[in-house]
């Protein structure tokens, strides 16, 4: 499988890069506050922690209209392709480590649910980068790029919160 940047033109039918606003302090947080486990990957849909920092109005005005938003995290340790998912809205994904996003289109799905895996593509996101990962694309748990495992803030809309909440 070739690896491609998020920067190629390749990753353009998949997502995009956020460019225009750093995310250092989140990504303090992320590394500093949230468990990264030796084998496997944990995925927690919110934290407290990253939904109070600036980023989080930055990501839910600019980002997602204003529409109330979650921010959790993904970290660990993966190195397969096991599974895909997609969402009905973009994800956002800020990576604290460099890691590796395994990605298809959702229109390459066969009728009997399966996908050619030959039709995935691999991504490197580079530590401090920020991108949306289009409601279209297929994605799972990012792949580790060194023995340190990875860290990866998970940015989707919350439709558990109000509307007329603002932070």
């Given at each position: 499988?070739k690896l491609y940047s998020v920067k190629?033109?390749?990753?353009?039918?998949?997502?995009?890069?956020?460019?225009?606003?750093?995310?250092?302090?989140?990504?303090?947080?992320?590394?500093?506050?949230?468990?990264?486990?030796?084998?496997?990957?944990?995925?927690?849909?919110?934290?407290?922690?990253?939904?109070?920092?600036?980023?989080?109005?930055?990501?839910?005005?600019?980002?997602?209209?204003?529409?109330?938003?979650?921010?959790?995290?993904?970290?660990?340790?993966?190195?397969?392709?096991?599974?895909?998912?997609?969402?009905?809205?973009?994800?956002?994904?800020?990576a604290a480590n460099d890691v590796i996003?395994?990605?298809?289109?959702?229109?390459?799905?066969?009728?009997?649910?399966?996908?050619?895996?030959?039709?995935?593509?691999?991504?490197?996101?580079?530590?401090?980068?920020?991108?949306e990962v289009y409601a279209t694309s297929?994605?799972?748990?990012?792949?580790?790029?060194?023995?340190?495992?990875?860290?990866?803030?998970?940015?989707?809309?919350?439709?558990?919160?109000?509307?007329?909440?603002?932070?």
């Amino acid at each position: 499988m070739k690896l491609y940047s998020v920067k190629d033109n390749e990753f353009r039918p998949y997502g995009r890069v956020i460019d225009g606003y750093d995310f250092s302090e989140l990504l303090t947080v992320l590394k500093d506050s949230t468990p990264c486990p030796e084998n496997g990957t944990v995925y927690v849909t919110s934290d407290e922690k990253l939904e109070s920092l600036k980023a989080a109005k930055f990501l839910r005005d600019n980002i997602y209209g204003r529409m109330p938003i979650q921010i959790g995290y993904c970290n660990g340790h993966n190195t397969k392709l096991n599974a895909l998912e997609y969402h009905r809205d973009s994800e956002i994904n800020i990576a604290a480590n460099d890691v590796i996003l395994l990605l298809a289109k959702k229109e390459d799905i066969n009728d009997d649910y399966s996908l050619d895996t030959s039709k995935a593509k691999a991504f490197l996101v580079p530590a401090g980068v920020a991108v949306e990962v289009y409601a279209t694309s297929l994605h799972y748990a990012p792949c580790h790029v060194n023995n340190e495992g990875f860290r990866v803030a998970v940015v989707l809309p919350n439709e558990n919160r109000d509307l007329n909440s603002r932070r």
